[in-house]
C-alpha cells in the first residue's frame, strides 16, 4: 500500500495540534508534575537549567517518550485512515 503524502501529513499535523492542546491543558492543571517530567523527558532540571543525568530521569523519559509516540502514532494511523476512507467513499 502506498501512502498518500498529502493525507498523511494533514494526520501528522491533525495530530500534533491535538497533542499540543492536551500538553497545554496538563501544563495549565498541573504545572509542577509537567515540570518535573518535561525535564525528565529533557534531561535536564528545569528549576536551574542543568543537566540532570538520575536513574529515575532516566526512566521517567523512557516512559513518557514511549507512551508520546505510540499515542501519536496511533493517532495519525487513525485520522489518516479514516482520511483514506473518506477519499474512497466520497
Known amino acids: 500500500m502506498k501512502l498518500n503524502a498529502n493525507k498523511f501529513a494533514l494526520a501528522a499535523a491533525i495530530s500534533f495540534a491535538a497533542l499540543w492542546v492536551l ?4 501544563v495549565a492543571l498541573l504545572p509542577s508534575q509537567a515540570m518535573h517530567v518535561s525535564g525528565a523527558m529533557l534531561h535536564s532540571d528545569m528549576m ?3 543537566w540532570d543525568m538520575r536513574w529515575s530521569g532516566l526512566l521517567i523519559g ?4 514511549s507512551i508520546t509516540a505510540g499515542v501519536t502514532a496511533w493517532l495519525i494511523a487513525t485520522i489518516y485512515n479514516r482520511l483514506i476512507a473518506g477519499g474512497r467513499n466520497g
Open 48 to 50: 536551574t537549567w542543568q
Open 62 to 65: 523512557l516512559v513518557a517518550w
Open 23 to 26: 500538553c497545554t491543558l496538563l
